[in-house]
């Protein structure tokens, strides 16, 4: 037999909509990392703004708080109480009007007794439970308030009982009476442990229509009754002590049969004692125009909780969250299907940079952004800066730009680490040679070939960066941190004969990774020891001796720190000469070893100015005062004029 297919709605948003862009999302993570957010910080961040016009978690929670607000503002729970009293005027207004037109003396008896019924309709209706009714309307508003009651109290307990039960009969009532007689007896069952499988499945078999949850087994039907049940104890909680006071005398009139509310109690109890960690004892403050009879008004209260539960689920700050907890049928119930979709697209964001290995653990277990997270933000920052030099040069960002030298003509076998073209005529040439004949052709490493080119220059780049506070405070910290990212990138993927190395000064100097220099945080830290870091980069040099030795410096500070002989920092404030003296001493090392020095002076200060100058004027270097957006162009552009061979 062949199988049916089901059709339905598609329920996963915009079926046509392109997946999410992971690099747009890590450059955005980037950013934050580069602030000196923590990766994962960064990623909640993402999460909780959004991005690239989806909602981000904030919103989804607001708007759920926004639902809250709404459903408290706009109602209020004395619905039950003023139906009853509306029911019960009405009956007493028909019945005074028949009586009126009688004239016997039995009428004025029962009008006499009308007109002393007491000013509480709860005690009102229980004067009128043995009154013999003349009036045939006002018997049948009188027996409404019975079946109200009835219905709203088994609302309370179970959801749209209330509508189930319109126009019920006697034999419906009966019905239910022996579902919660049965219910109860399992329950009893229950609690003492003695239920079966076979008693659940007997009960669901003969009472399952009131339970549209299809609940599993015994401990699933605790969870559904209990929450609702929660819900209308807080619902009573939230009322006032006369409303409460009149709820539970009119409660007893109930069907006309005191035993139903016996069984409410008794259910009751065995759900606070199965669930005592559910909300028994809150309340909420509805205060609205709108009255909610208790059926709704539990309904109201379960959906305040729920939306509750929602906003913490959307805000992620308890301990262990994770977005798989958010509950997306609440979510599309009280906010819409697309606070589903954008919810669900978060989740796979963080899901596809975890599994797609953006982020690594440390020895710590302190989150890090990967190598490979680390190769994409370096790419990103690179395509800025060629899109500026592109701007400024009439030049254009091409992938193999700089990546070899001009071809020989000849070409030779590829080997391990080889970057170069392949000669594709000779290495067809090669797999064909070696299986004359054989179609399709199958090549082997064997049979590559590469390109000869002429040899380029290597050089030894030391790129120092001052990570003083001022950089910080000035707002000139991300952007030397992408310039950096920015040359690293181009070194370690088109001129990987280059020795780059990153070193971060500020009271003290230290080398760092691409990695560590993305992660540093700006700290409140006097000095910028341009001198200890000269002694890193001359050290660096050293190690590379045929290389052309190239030294950037980016700073926006004079040198106010000097290394002593012990390793300790001095710092002061103006620059003191001997400070100055030791930065120069250092300055002339590396013109000793060849080095071409560039100075990129971030900022205005005439005073750095001057000395900036000075200490490129003795060593024959240059200085460059770009603005923060073309720093990353002005330090890559200079870095590929210095290191052309022949300079």
Same mark, same amino acid.
């Given at each position: 037999m062949s199988r049916g297919a089901r059709y339905g709605p598609y329920e996963g948003g915009d079926p046509l909509a392109p997946p999410v862009d992971l690099r747009e999302a890590l450059a955005v993570i980037g950013d934050d990392v580069l602030e000196g957010a923590s990766p994962r910080q960064a990623l909640r961040e993402l999460l909780r703004r959004g991005f690239d016009g989806r909602r981000g978690l904030d919103d989804l929670a607001a708007r759920a708080n926004q639902r809250r607000r709404e459903l408290l503002s706009r109602n209020n729970l004395g619905g039950t109480l003023d139906e009853v009293r509306e029911l019960l005027d009405h009956a007493v207004l028909e019945e005074r009007k028949t009586l009126a037109r009688a004239l016997d003396e039995d009428a004025r008896f029962a009008e006499m007794r009308i007109e002393e019924l007491p000013p509480s309709t709860a005690q009102a209706v229980a004067d009128l439970a043995d009154y013999d009714w003349r009036s045939s309307a006002a018997r049948e508003d009188y027996e409404k308030i019975r079946d109200l009651l009835g219905r709203e109290l088994l609302d309370q307990r179970f959801a749209g009982m209330k509508r189930q039960l319109e126009?019920?009969?006697?034999?419906?009532?009966?019905?239910?009476?022996?579902?919660?007689?049965?219910?109860?007896?399992?329950?009893?069952?229950?609690?003492?442990?003695?239920?079966?499988?076979?008693?659940?499945?007997?009960?669901?078999?003969?009472?399952?229509?009131?339970?549209p949850e299809n609940p599993r087994n015994t401990e699933e039907l605790?969870?559904?009754?209990?929450?609702?049940?929660?819900?209308?104890?807080?619902?009573?909680?939230?009322?006032?002590?006369?409303?409460?006071?009149?709820?539970?005398?009119?409660?007893?009139?109930?069907?006309?049969?005191?035993?139903?509310?016996?069984?409410?109690?008794?259910?009751?109890?065995?759900?606070?004692?199965?669930?005592?960690?559910?909300?028994?004892?809150?309340?909420?403050?509805?205060?609205?125009?709108?009255?909610?009879?208790?059926?709704?008004?539990?309904?109201?209260?379960?959906? &305040? !909780?729920?939306? *509750?539960?929602?906003?913490?689920?959307?805000?992620? #700050?308890?301990?262990? %969250?994770? /977005?798989? +907890?958010?509950?997306?049928?609440?979510?599309?119930?009280?906010?819409?299907?697309?606070?589903?979709?954008?919810?669900?697209?978060?989740?796979?964001?963080?899901?596809?940079?975890?599994?797609?290995?953006?982020?690594?653990?440390?020895?710590?277990?302190?989150?890090?952004?990967?190598?490979?997270?680390?190769?994409?933000?370096?790419?990103?920052?690179?395509?800025?800066?060629?899109?500026?030099?592109?701007?400024?040069?009439?030049?254009?960002?091409?992938?193999?730009?700089?990546?070899?030298?001009?071809?020989?003509?000849?070409?030779?076998?590829?080997?391990?680490?080889?970057?170069?073209?392949?000669?594709?005529?000779?290495?067809?040439?090669?797999?064909?040679?070696?299986?004359?004949?054989?179609?399709?052709?199958?090549?082997? &490493? !064997?049979d590559? *070939?590469?390109?000869?080119?002429?040899?380029?220059? #290597?050089?030894?780049? %030391?790129? /120092?960066? +001052?990570?003083?506070?001022?950089?910080?405070?000035?707002?000139?910290?991300?952007?030397?941190?992408?310039?950096?990212?920015?040359?690293n990138h181009l070194v370690t993927t088109r001129f990987r004969g280059d020795?780059?190395?990153?070193?971060?000064?500020?009271?003290?100097?230290?080398?760092?990774?691409?990695?560590?220099?993305?992660?540093?945080?700006?700290?409140?830290?006097?000095?910028?020891?341009?001198?200890h870091a000269l002694l890193l980069a001359a050290r660096h040099l050293r190690r590379h001796p045929n290389a052309q030795p190239v030294v950037l410096i980016v700073t926006d500070g004079e040198p106010t720190a000097h290394l002593e002989p012990g390793g300790e920092a001095f710092f002061d404030y103006p620059p003191s000469v001997r400070t100055l003296g030791?930065?120069?001493?250092?300055?002339?090392?590396?013109?000793?070893?060849?080095?071409?020095?560039?100075?990129?002076?971030?900022?205005?200060?005439?005073?750095?100015?001057?000395?900036?100058?000075?200490?490129?004027q003795r060593v024959g270097g240059r200085v460059v005062a770009p603005d923060l957006d073309g720093l990353g162009a002005a330090l890559v552009s200079d870095y590929m004029r210095l290191r052309r061979p022949g300079r």
């Open positions: 126009g019920a009969t006697d034999a419906d009532r009966q019905r239910i009476r022996e579902m919660l007689e049965d219910l109860n007896s399992l329950l009893d069952s229950h609690t003492r442990g003695e239920d079966t499988t076979q008693q659940f499945d007997d009960f669901m078999d003969k009472h399952g229509e009131y339970f605790l969870d559904s009754l209990s929450r609702r049940a929660a819900a209308a104890q807080r619902l009573r909680n939230s009322l006032t002590p006369d409303q409460r006071a009149e709820l539970d005398a009119l409660a007893q009139q109930a069907f006309g049969d005191p035993s139903l509310m016996d069984q409410l109690n008794r259910l009751d109890a065995h759900l606070q004692a199965a669930r005592p960690a559910e909300d028994w004892n809150g309340s909420a403050r509805f205060r609205g125009d709108e009255s909610l009879g208790l059926g709704e008004g539990t309904s109201a209260v379960e959906d &305040v !909780a729920e939306l *509750e539960r929602l906003s913490e689920q959307l805000s992620q #700050q308890y301990p262990g %969250a994770q /977005l798989d +907890d958010i509950d997306t049928e609440a979510l599309a119930r009280h906010v819409g299907e697309q606070a589903v979709v954008d919810a669900r697209t978060l989740a796979d964001l963080e899901r596809a940079l975890q599994q797609q290995g953006f982020f690594d653990r440390g020895s710590d277990g302190q989150w890090r952004l990967s190598p490979k997270a680390m190769r994409q933000l370096g790419q990103t920052a690179l395509r800025d800066v060629a899109g500026r030099l592109s701007d400024r040069g009439g030049q254009r960002e091409t992938r193999r730009a700089g990546a070899m030298g001009e071809p020989t003509g000849a070409s030779r076998p590829w080997e391990f680490g080889d970057t170069e073209s392949w000669d594709v005529t000779r290495t067809l040439t090669n797999a064909i040679l070696r299986e004359p004949g054989r179609m399709p052709v199958r090549m082997t &490493v !064997a590559v *070939e590469i390109v000869e080119t002429e040899q380029r220059a #290597q050089a030894a780049v %030391a790129l /120092l960066v +001052d990570t003083s506070f001022s950089m910080v405070m000035d707002g000139r910290w991300v952007p030397m941190k992408r310039t950096a990212l920015a040359l020795a780059l190395q990153l070193i971060g000064f500020g009271r003290y100097a230290e080398t760092l990774s691409a990695a560590e220099l993305a992660g540093l945080d700006g700290a409140w830290d006097q000095g910028t020891n341009l001198h030791l930065t120069v001493r250092e300055l002339d090392n590396l013109a000793r070893l060849g080095a071409q020095v560039t100075i990129f002076r971030l900022g205005d200060d005439p005073g750095l100015a001057r000395v900036v100058d000075r200490m490129a």
